[in-house]
C-alpha cells in the first residue's frame, strides 16, 4: 500500500469518526460499535453501558480496573469508539444522562433490534421506522466519494466481479449481482463458502473482488479478499467496522451504518437495518457505474428485459 492509500486509509477513519459521533449521544454510539470491538473493550463497553452514572466520573485506572483491562486498553477503546481522548467520552457520557434522579439506565432484554415484549404493534413500527431512518441518515454521513469513484472505476475496468458474502449479508451481493448484470457486468456470486475463496484464488488484475461483512470479520469473506489482494486483484470491501480485518485487505473501503442497539455481545441478533446500510451501499455504487457508463448500459437494460421478458404474464 503507497502512501496516497494510506493517507486515504487515514481519511476514511477520520470521518467516520466524526460523522458517527456527531449525530448519537455516547450510550447509543457504544451500543452500536459494540459487534466490532473485542472480547476487552466489548467487556469495556458492556460495563459502561450498565453503569452510566458512576463511569461519568471514574478515572481512567478506576474504569480499567473495573472491567479488569490495561489502562492502554480504555484508550484504545476510546479511540476505537471515535472519542479523541478520554476526558471527552466521560464528558460524551454525562450528556447522555438524561434522569433528572441520576439513576441508571435500564438495560431491557430485546428480542429484535430494541424491540421488547411491552412495546405494542404502534411503538414497533415507530422504533423500526426510526431506526430505519437514522440508519439511512448515518449511511449517508460515511458516504466517500473518492472511494466510490474508484470502486466504480474498478468494475469498469474489470472482466470479472465476484461477491463474497455469508448470512444476511448475501442479500446485498445478491442485489449488486442483479444490478451490475443487468447494467452488463460480469458478475459471479457463489453461494457456498469455500466456492467463493477458490475463485478469490484464481482471480486475475483484471478482475474485482467485492466482501460484504457488517462485522469485517466473516471468516469465508475475509479469506476471499485476504487472497484476492495478494494476487494483486482489486479489493472491494464494504462493511461498518473501518477496524476490521476485511478493511484492512481491502484496496478500496465502502462504508455501511453498523445500526446495532443491544448492550451485550449475548444480545447481538441479525437484523434488517444494517443490510439496508448494505443495501444503499450498493444502489449508490450502481448509480455511479450506470451514471458514468450511460449509453452502455441503457443498450444492456434493455436487451437484459427482452431476455427476461418471457417470465412476465400480462394479465
Known amino acids: ?73 480504555i484508550t484504545r477503546f476510546v479511540r476505537e469508539i471515535g472519542f479523541s481522548n478520554y476526558q471527552e467520552l466521560k464528558i460524551k ?8 434522579n441520576n439513576e441508571p439506565q435500564v438495560v431491557e432484554d430485546y428480542v429484535y433490534e430494541d424491540i421488547s415484549k411491552s412495546d405494542n404493534i404502534d411503538t414497533i413500527f415507530d422504533k423500526l421506522i426510526y431506526r430505519n431512518i437514522s440508519m439511512l441518515n448515518e449511511t449517508k454521513l460515511l458516504l466517500d466519494s473518492d472511494q466510490y469513484l474508484a470502486a466504480a472505476k474498478a468494475i469498469e475496468q474489470s472482466d470479472t466481479v465476484v461477491f463474497a458474502g455469508l448470512g444476511s449479508s448475501a442479500i446485498a451481493a445478491e442485489e449488486a449481482i442483479m444490478r451490475f448484470v443487468r447494467a452488463g457486468v ?84 441479525e437484523n434488517t437495518t444494517s443490510k439496508i446500510s448494505q443495501l444503499l451501499v450498493i444502489d449508490v455504487l450502481y448509480a455511479i457505474y450506470a451514471s458514468r457508463n450511460y449509453n452502455k448500459t ?18
Not at 457520557?93 to 433528572?100: C, P, V
Not at 485487505?249 to 455501511?256: A, F, G, Q
Not at 441503457?298 to 394479465?315: C, F, M, P, V
Request: aromatic share 4%; hydrophobic share 35%.
Open 1 to 73: 500500500m503507497d502512501n496516497n492509500e494510506n493517507v486515504s486509509r487515514e481519511k476514511i477513519l477520520k470521518e467516520y469518526s466524526q460523522a458517527v459521533t456527531a449525530n448519537h449521544d455516547a450510550i447509543s454510539l457504544i451500543k452500536r460499535r459494540m459487534i466490532g470491538l473485542n472480547p476487552a473493550l466489548k467487556r469495556i463497553a458492556k460495563y459502561i453501558i450498565e453503569n452510566t452514572v458512576k463511569c461519568k466520573s471514574m478515572t481512567i485506572k478506576e474504569l480499567s480496573e473495573k472491567c479488569d483491562v490495561a489502562e492502554s486498553s
Open 93 to 100: 457520557i454525562a450528556e447522555s444522562l438524561t434522569d433528572k
Open 186 to 269: 460480469k458478475c459471479v456470486f457463489p453461494r457456498d463458502n469455500s466456492m467463493q475463496t477458490i475463485l478469490s484464488s484464481i482471480m486475475t488484475k483484471k478482475d474485482v473482488v467485492i466482501g460484504i461483512s457488517n462485522s469485517g470479520k466473516s471468516v469465508a469473506v475475509v479469506k476471499s479478499v485476504k487472497q484476492a489482494n495478494a494476487n494483486g486483484v482489486a479489493t472491494i470491501g464494504i462493511t461498518a467496522n473501518p477496524n476490521s480485518p476485511l478493511a484492512k485487505y481491502s484496496d478500496i473501503i465502502l462504508l455501511s451504518s453498523n445500526n446495532t442497539s443491544p448492550s451485550s455481545e449475548e444480545k447481538v441478533w
Open 298 to 315: 441503457k443498450k444492456y437494460l434493455s436487451n437484459t428485459h427482452e431476455s427476461a421478458s418471457h417470465t412476465r404474464e400480462d394479465y
